[in-house]
């Protein structure tokens, strides 16, 4: 019997040494991929899976997991399935993208526009 | 106002808070599976924390240190109810326990929010927002088990049939019943268990369980007046161990 320092552990009386059994299929529940949202109207983060039934037990464990520190406004929960993705080997087809600097916004101005008028504006 | 009668209540609000926080902790590391063990650890903080709220109100009318409070008193000096302090037993007795204890928690909390006494009003309007989570979590489960295998099912019916009359005990009466009622500070506990019973049926329904009927009905008193199982005393000083080593030390 495992004994520990936590007597609520060596209290259950758990063999040692325990047979690990291989998982068979749906052992284990699927996944849900979570997105957290910081406050209302911020974009959603992904932060990581759940393992749920379904949708409303994914947000119930969700909102534990990924939403019990710090602030949050919402989670989304959607199943790893429904989410689709380029494959790596396909990661040529971003090769050139970062020398393409003309397709960059940094060099539209538009802060220093509105600086300009505010300071018109004022020595009117 | 008759602030015995407010500290009263506050104590048995506080100790059930304490107790169950504690007995939920007890799962931790135990759980059925990973999110699940997280969930009920989760509430399990937010229980305590509960509990260490009131104990502050307590504190502000004249009461010891919450820590003092919460780590120094015997099981004979505990307020909360016996169903409470009962071991977890396997997780089915435990759910069903989550159950029915934080609906009447969150209803208790709703009635307070409008208590005359606007320190606890204050603390119970920010307390029942956490409980909306927990009495979710609760629902969910019980009507998830109680319509899933023929296990589950009988399961949660055994759970609810040994839970039933200590449930029904939570709502044992003070003396001063209608001080609270009558100064506006709480509704009383025969409001509140009329309250409870409606609010559980329509969800026991849903999970195809049937709550025992009303002519075997028992309630388990004596939790309020201090007499409890013999399972408190263990938990107490349990719980108790580490604060009790140096009740002086810094946290």
Request: hydrophobic content about 40%; some cysteine.
């Amino acid at each position: 019997m495992i004994k520990s320092l936590d007597p609520r552990i060596t209290r259950e009386q758990i063999e040692e040494n325990n047979s690990i059994e291989p998982l068979t299929p749906m052992d284990n529940w699927e996944t849900y991929e979570v997105f957290h949202q910081k406050k209302r109207g911020d974009q959603h983060m992904h932060v990581g899976i759940v393992h749920a039934p379904n949708p409303e037990m994914a947000l119930l464990f969700g909102k534990e997991q990924y939403g019990r520190r710090n602030i949050t406004a919402n989670i989304w929960v959607v199943k790893t399935a429904n989410v689709f993705a380029c494959e790596y080997d396909d990661a040529d087809m971003f090769e050139t993208t970062p020398e393409k600097q003309y397709r960059e916004a940094g060099g539209y101005k538009v802060m220093e526009k509105i600086n300009k008028y505010k300071k018109a504006q004022k020595t009117v | 106002m008759n602030s015995i009668a407010l500290k009263e209540l506050l104590y048995k609000m506080a100790d059930d808070l304490l107790i169950i926080g504690h007995r939920n902790s007890e799962w931790t590391g135990l759980g059925p599976i990973l999110e699940e063990d997280i969930a009920f650890s989760s509430m399990a903080q937010d229980k305590i924390g509960q509990s260490q709220a009131l104990f502050q109100l307590l504190h502000e009318l004249g009461e010891q240190e919450p820590d003092t409070v919460a780590f120094t008193r015997n099981a004979n000096q505990f307020h909360n109810a016996q169903f409470l302090e009962l071991p977890n037993g396997d997780y089915d007795f435990s759910l069903m326990r989550h159950f029915l204890y934080d609906v009447a928690d969150q209803l208790r909390f709703e009635f307070l929010a409008n208590s005359s006494y606007e320190p606890l009003a204050k603390v119970a309007r920010k307390i029942k927002g956490e409980l909306k989570y927990h009495v979710f979590h609760a629902n969910t489960w019980v009507v998830k088990l109680g319509n899933g295998t023929e296990e589950s099912k009988a399961r949660m019916q055994t759970a609810l049939n040994e839970a039933w009359n200590y449930a029904l005990g939570m709502f044992e009466t003070s003396e001063f019943e209608n001080d609270l009622i009558a100064s506006g500070v709480f509704v009383g506990e025969e409001a509140l268990k009329k309250q409870w019973l409606d609010t559980i049926a329509p969800i026991i329904e849903k999970a195809s369980l049937q709550i025992p009927s009303s002519n075997t009905w028992a309630p388990v008193f004596g939790g309020r007046k201090c007499k409890h199982t013999e399972h408190l005393a263990p938990l107490v000083d349990e719980m108790s161990e580490v604060f009790r080593v140096d009740p002086s030390a810094e946290w």
